[in-house]
């Protein structure tokens, strides 16, 4: 088939442009479309509706209000946003009767027999804002829901109160059980004042007073708790702070202690400090009446400023605390909030100033600084040019996006504790798959040899805890999925797992200089060799159904593609005298030859290898052009010519075919499930635009590529005077 021709009139990339053009180019479009961004910080209510640990939001009506009588009805509306017109899949389970209204349309009535099972819901999202209401009626089965994603782990959404009053907060507001309904459903216009009714739960804020430490914490004699805003200078006056306190009493500027009372008593502080932001700290501790604080700042052209930004807060104050006097907590290692103190009563983060207004970290970025398996190889991708194209500035992207995940690790495990369900890292706080850690945490290991990344080290012995240890085996150790993110996924074995863990357990090996893992990689590789290599074709069927006891036969490309990578990663690190190097060695070649003899005519792989009306697929492609390309370089291919001419053929057909002069990355296919039916991969599962699953692998090719005619002066010297049609002979 010729799905990719239609490329042609695209791309303006020929096979004479320089390589390093080419990769940066995709690189700098990668870049520029994802840039370097914090999480959101948002106000999470102190709320009875929250997040399960599958990221949907459970409505426990009944709990909320016990008294609640059979037809009374309780709304509760959020919002959501969408960057894009675009279908959604999401589940609702009935726990009574409900009725889903979408930006004011009823897209959803259930039925009695609908009020036990989940319910898979598609629904149109469009650009801009989408509003959700929720009508649950106590019925004689009960009352209550649970809604959210349908995909936990891809599509964590958050949804966000919709009212002006809360604009920015995480969370659903909702109403008191009523007879009647609603007097409007809420929809993309309107507002909370239209709707004819009060909401909850009720915003209570205290204000910034003698008392407010007391309402925020209750009397604590013998604790403290600290203050933070920011002074937003704007002149070379002297600043003039002035206020009382209720209690003993340190201010600090910029970490400089100013001021210090042990009693009650009047604040009066004059300091001098340079036109800009500084950080102003308060430490008070509840003495034997009370606690608390008031400052003014006393000038024209200062004024107090939000400390950092969260949205639905109000006021410029936030608190930490409280903890005993004793502890020694410095509020500057939690001022980048990507931390937790740990204190003798607990874990905490921090407050705003009103009743249950807790700050949270969500992660509202499309790509960066999300951790997942696709990502890993991208950012492996965007590395590897990097070293090699002498760009520090791309290194330091990869490293932040890492680092932005790692070092906010111990804050999502307690976010996931505390609310359910984190709002950030939501795939590494909750590891139960190879997916989930694997692909990321090899990448994770290669950034920090560049630099020691936070948290880095922790998580790379939770990864291989989770593999050795954790992770299902068969009985012959082999890793497969006994439970999948599907039920159908339950019992099978993927190809894709190879990817998964091999070049984790490489590159842990080198870190802890244990080589029980590289001996572990060796023997996984062999073992899904047999149950998964098909003698006829010398190529992988994708997938293994143990409890069948049957492949699935199909010869997905991507499938192949994380199997052959995954040979040439334990190659480059696994000693010749190894008791499996020889069988690794043929176990590479083998594969290699088969997938040699299905290159397609225009030197791309299909998608289904053996079938060549399938779409030429840009992912494995690049996959084969990477371990083709060290098979040439390390040695390891007996007769390299046709290989360096499959590697020449299908690097011309990606940038002649599939990346066009803004860098823009075509024909890679989707994420996948998986299936015994050949007319699935071939139909069902289309490619998509700059997928990342394709992105870092082009990468990662071109770079092989370019190192293999580097090791090779005659080849090198040839291609450059346009002359490949000799290169081979």
Request: charged share 20%.
């Amino acid at each position: 088939m010729e799905q990719l021709q239609f490329f042609s009139k695209e791309v303006s990339m020929s096979h004479s442009h320089r390589i390093e053009d080419v990769l940066m180019t995709i690189a700098h479009r990668y870049i520029g479309t994802n840039p370097a961004r914090p999480p959101e910080y948002r106000i999470t209510r102190e709320n009875a509706i929250k997040k399960d640990s599958h990221h949907r939001y459970v409505f426990p009506i009944l709990a909320m209000f016990p008294e609640m009588k059979e037809g009374e009805k309780v709304y509760a509306w959020a919002k959501l946003w969408a960057e894009e017109d675009h279908s959604f899949a999401f589940l609702l389970t009935c726990l009574g009767p409900v009725r889903l209204y979408h930006n004011g349309v009823k897209r959803f009535g259930s039925t009695h027999e609908e009020e036990a099972g989940d319910i898979r819901l598609s629904l149109h999202l469009v650009k801009g804002w989408n509003h959700f209401v929720l009508e649950i009626e106590k019925g004689v089965q009960g009352s209550g829901a649970v809604f959210g994603t349908g995909n936990r782990k891809n599509f964590p959404y958050h949804f966000l109160a919709p009212s002006l009053d809360r604009d920015g907060e995480e969370g659903w507001i909702y109403t008191e059980p009523m007879l009647g309904n609603l007097e409007s459903i809420p929809s993309m216009s309107c507002r909370e004042y239209s709707t004819g009714c009060n909401w909850f739960p009720k915003i209570i804020r205290f204000p910034q007073n003698e008392s407010h430490l007391a309402a925020m914490y209750g009397m604590k004699k013998g604790y403290s708790a600290y203050a933070w805003t920011k002074i937003k200078c704007g002149s070379l006056d002297s600043l003039i702070l002035k206020g009382k306190t209720y209690g003993p009493i340190k201010v600090f500027v910029n970490g400089e202690e100013l001021f210090q009372q042990e009693d009650q008593g009047d604040i009066d502080v004059v300091l001098k400090v340079p036109v800009g932001l500084h950080d102003l700290v308060v430490k008070s501790d509840c003495g034997n009446n009370h606690w608390g604080f008031t400052l003014e700042l006393l000038s024209n052209h200062d004024e107090f400023g939000t400390p950092h930004e969260v949205k639905g807060a109000i006021g410029t104050w936030l608190y930490l605390g409280p903890f005993l006097k004793d502890e020694k907590i410095m509020i500057s290692d939690y001022m980048s909030m990507d931390s937790v103190p740990i204190n003798k009563e607990g874990e905490s983060f921090f407050w705003c100033s009103g009743k249950g207004e807790y700050v949270r970290a969500f992660l509202e970025n499309p790509l960066f600084g999300k951790w997942n398996y696709p990502l890993g190889v991208t950012l492996n991708g965007l590395m590897e040019a990097a070293k090699e194209l002498s760009r520090p500035d791309v290194i330091d992207y990869v490293l932040n996006h890492v680092e932005f995940a790692t070092s906010r690790y111990e804050y999502s495990k307690w976010d996931q504790k505390q609310y359910g369900a984190a709002g950030i890292n939501n795939q590494l706080s909750d590891i139960d798959s190879l997916d989930d850690c694997g692909s990321f945490g090899a990448l994770m290991l290669l950034a920090n040899k560049h630099r020691l990344l936070k948290g880095a080290g922790e998580i790379a012995d939770i990864i291989a805890e989770y593999i050795m240890n954790q992770q299902s085996r068969l009985d012959d150790g082999a890793l497969y999925r006994e439970v999948g993110v599907s039920r159908k996924m339950d019992n099978t074995m993927w190809c894709d797992d190879m990817y998964m863990s091999v070049p984790f357990l490489c590159r842990y090996a080198e870190y802890t200089k244990d080589s029980s893992y590289i001996n572990e990689a060796a023997s996984q590789l062999l073992l899904y060799k047999k149950y998964l290599y098909m003698n006829e074709s010398l190529l992988m069927s994708h997938v293994y159904h143990v409890k069948e006891k049957r492949p699935t036969l199909t010869t997905w490309g991507r499938g192949n593609g994380w199997v052959l990578f995954s040979l040439t990663e334990l190659l480059k690190v696994l000693p010749d005298n190894h008791e499996h190097y020889q069988a690794i060695l043929a176990y590479y070649r083998q594969l290699a030859e088969g997938v040699l003899k299905v290159q397609g005519t225009h030197g791309f792989w299909h998608q289904v290898l053996t079938d060549h009306e399938s779409y030429e697929e840009s992912s494995c492609t690049s996959m084969f052009i990477y371990a083709f390309a060290h098979g040439v370089r390390f040695g390891w291919l007996e007769d390299k010519a046709p290989y360096i001419q499959a590697i020449l053929s299908g690097w011309k057909g990606l940038t002649q075919r599939a990346i066009d002069k803004q860098g823009n990355v075509y024909g890679v296919c989707q994420g996948s499930s998986y299936s015994f039916s050949h007319f699935y991969y071939k139909h069902e599962l289309p490619w998509k635009l700059n997928d990342t699953h394709g992105i870092g692998i082009v990468l990662l090719a071109g770079i092989e590529t370019m190192r293999m005619l580097n090791s090779q002066v005659k080849l090198f010297e040839n291609v450059n005077t346009g002359k490949t049609s000799s290169i081979c002979k």
